[in-house]
């Protein structure tokens, strides 16, 4: 396989944290490849820094050590700018606890993304568009009569469904999961696992960090991560 | 769009927010009332005392007074930036009503009341003869009679609405006025037993300047009887004061400056016949009555400084509210970042936050502010009847109604404040907020 046709590569990801006196390594040299169009999952223990990593992969944290490299370009050359740019249009982000903001609806939940990426004029313009789009995602994961319902007034599982359809919005080039049936009961999380395979199906390139094997199943690879590096690789 | 729906959001939801709007409403409504009645009191103040000394004044301290004023109100009534000229004698007597054994000491002052009327507004401080000054020393029960006028606290009491009540006429008062007439150099003019120079005069009306001080010691008197009374007619007539009021179009700073340089030129032209003229000063009415306007001042500005400290307790409180509300919204910031938000648009949304609270505290406060001054007097009057309860009392202070002028560039400053102190108070805050790493408030522990 040429390197071209890896979206999302991690060589020598390190990542330390100081507690007190001890420094404790969380990541010890991490390297990974995610092809264009893969459902990959990290499986690992709690604590063994599945969550950093990933992390680390969508920018939202830095590693110590190593580099990552997203359609080629190095993340860790890359300005606040182009981070923010990153974050908003090329990747993705589903939490275990969903991550909504109580203050907005289900519909400005899912519309947040697009409206982070552009100013008040701009958005004047795109409002329409978006809205059309926010609409759609919303009827993809069956919340299409929850849109104007505030978090607190949904379930786990519609929650988790709003939060995929906000990493949905800007159409990212990969969706980051993290722990993403943790929260909820085995149909309900079956459902949200039905929903990431659907959108692989569909070309959407996942990364998704588990503590479960059997979630682990339904992806397409399966890495595991013991000691701070991966140390099993599975294709099914 | 999310920098506008979230702070606005943020205000209604967060219960917290509403301690910080209701504590920049009651700085501005504090700060609004306060302020608008003390610079209302202030600007009154200055008119009164305006309207009393005439734009400019050239006078001397000395009670002996100065000579040839007559000639230098000639010249300056040549002046084409000067409307009007009135001479005065000032000194000091002892009055008391005939038949009565009890003297109080006053200030007299001897004045033409036509000229005075045009170069101050002593016209319309009378009582009786405002519309006739000219009949101002005639008492309307014997025009004959030599009359006199009496500052008002002299001559009325206040109710305890601070209202005088007036006779339909002066009723007819005999008041004899002691001197001690001075000669140029200051002696006595009368050695021996009759040192003083005592004459009788008739109440024909009353004055109400408005200025507590010379409304309760002041009593005027026709100017050539005041000068007999204080030894300035002879050998050569002697004036206390000239009151200067200039044309409308000449600025004041400027008809002061000319009016001193013709003085420095007839003090130079007079200087060896013309005594005492060297201790003649040319002053504008500010600085004239500077010791009086000046006590007003330092409250104001005292006052302005204590509201500088309100205005540090606000952006503490908006400090503290904003850090309290940062530490709970720490997720959304993390969440904020994660979909791409820079760290400068959450700096800018939380100063959003604090612009709202500052425009939505200012206007409730304002809006209350306002109807409060529009009620004030009003509500003093309820409180008076119900509970006796007065902000002055108007039988010790000449203030009648509460000054309640609104004033639009005072409103604008100090809703522009309460923003800035707002913005200050979360600026801090925000840019914690904007610094925050987006994986520590994301974490499982953090939630």
């Not at chain 2, 009786?128 to 030599?146: C, E, G, H, I, M």
């Not at chain 2, 700073?253 to 013309?274: D, H, I, M, P, Y």
């Not at chain 2, 307790?313 to 309290?324: E, L």
Request: aromatic share 10%.
């Amino acid at each position: 396989m040429s390197k071209q046709e890896y979206i999302l590569e991690a060589e020598g990801i390190c990542k330390y944290y100081r507690m007190g006196a001890a420094e404790v390594r969380v990541l010890k040299g991490v390297d990974l490849a995610v092809k264009k169009g893969e459902f990959l999952a990290i499986v690992g223990a709690s604590g063994s820094g599945k969550s950093t990593l990933l992390h680390i992969l969508g920018a939202l944290d830095g590693a110590d050590k190593g580099t990552v490299r997203f359609e080629g370009r190095n993340l860790s050359e890359a300005g606040e700018r182009e981070l923010n740019r990153f974050r908003n249009k090329m990747v993705g982000f589903v939490f275990q606890f969903y991550h909504l903001l109580d203050e907005l609806n289900v519909l400005e939940n899912v519309l947040l993304p697009a409206m982070a990426g552009t100013g008040i004029v701009g958005w004047l313009g795109k409002r329409r568009a978006a809205k059309k789009r926010a609409k759609e995602l919303l009827s993809e994961v069956g919340l299409n009569k929850r849109a104007n319902h505030k978090p607190y007034q949904l379930s786990g599982g519609e929650r988790q469904r709003t939060a995929i359809a906000r990493a949905l919005m800007n159409e990212p080039k990969i969706l980051l999961v993290d722990e993403p049936t943790g929260n909820l009961d085995s149909e309900t999380g079956n459902g949200i696992l039905r929903i990431f395979e659907k959108l692989n199906s569909a070309g959407e390139t996942i990364v998704m960090v588990t503590h479960d094997d059997t979630i682990a199943q339904r992806a397409g690879r399966i890495m595991t991560l013991a000691d701070g590096k991966i140390e099993h690789r599975h294709t099914r | 769009m999310y920098k506008i729906i979230l702070p606005f959001r943020y205000l209604f939801r967060k219960r917290i927010s509403y301690l910080a709007l209701v504590a920049v409403a009651l700085c501005v409504f504090i700060v609004f009332v306060v302020m608008t009645v003390m610079t209302e009191l202030v600007n009154d103040f200055k008119q009164k005392n305006h309207s009393f000394v005439g734009d400019c004044i050239v006078g001397t301290e000395s009670l002996v007074g100065f000579a040839y004023y007559e000639d230098f109100m000639k010249i300056l009534e040549q002046a084409d930036f000067i409307e009007a000229v009135s001479a005065a004698v000032k000194s000091y007597a002892l009055i008391n009503a005939k038949g009565s054994q009890r003297s109080i000491g006053v200030e007299i002052m001897g004045i033409d009341p036509v000229r005075h009327s045009l170069a101050t507004s002593f016209g319309e401080t009378l009582h009786y003869n405002k519309n006739d000054v000219s009949r101002t020393f005639k008492p309307s029960y014997d025009p004959n009679l030599t009359g006199c006028v009496v500052g008002i606290d002299l001559w009325l009491g206040r109710n305890a609405k601070g209202q005088y009540t007036y006779a339909v006429s002066p009723e007819k008062q005999a008041l004899n006025i002691s001197c001690f007439p001075l000669t140029p150099k200051g002696a006595l003019a009368k050695a021996g037993a009759g040192e003083t120079d005592t004459r009788t005069f008739y109440y024909s009306d009353i004055s109400h300047s408005g200025l507590a001080r010379v409304d309760s010691s002041f009593v005027y008197l026709p100017l050539e009887q005041a000068q007999s009374l204080c030894g300035m007619d002879r050998p050569a007539k002697r004036a206390s004061a000239i009151h200067i009021r200039f044309r409308p179009n000449t600025k004041p700073e400027a008809g002061c400056e000319k009016v001193t340089l013709l003085w420095q030129q007839f003090v130079r032209e007079n200087k060896e016949s013309a005594e005492l003229l060297d201790a003649v000063k040319v002053q504008s009415w500010k600085d004239y009555r500077r010791p009086f306007i000046a006590a007003m001042e330092k409250e104001q500005t005292m006052l302005t400084a204590m509201f500088v400290f309100v205005g540090v307790t606000t952006v503490f409180i908006v400090f503290v509210v904003f850090y309290m509300i940062i530490s709970h919204k720490s997720k959304d910031i993390g969440i904020l970042k994660s979909v791409g938000i820079p760290n400068r648009n959450i700096l800018t949304l939380f100063l959003c936050f604090a612009s709202w609270i500052g425009v939505l505290g200012s206007a409730i406060g304002a809006a209350a502010g306002w109807r409060f001054l529009v009620h004030i007097n009003q509500i003093e009057d309820w409180l008076f009847e119900h509970f006796g309860f007065q902000l002055w009392d108007r039988t010790i202070y000449a203030i009648g109604d509460i000054p309640n002028q609104i004033e639009f560039k005072l409103l604008a400053v100090i809703i522009l404040s309460a923003i800035a102190a707002c913005l200050i108070g979360a600026l801090v805050p925000s840019w914690r907020a904007a610094r925050l790493k987006p994986v520590e408030t994301l974490q499982v522990s953090q939630l």
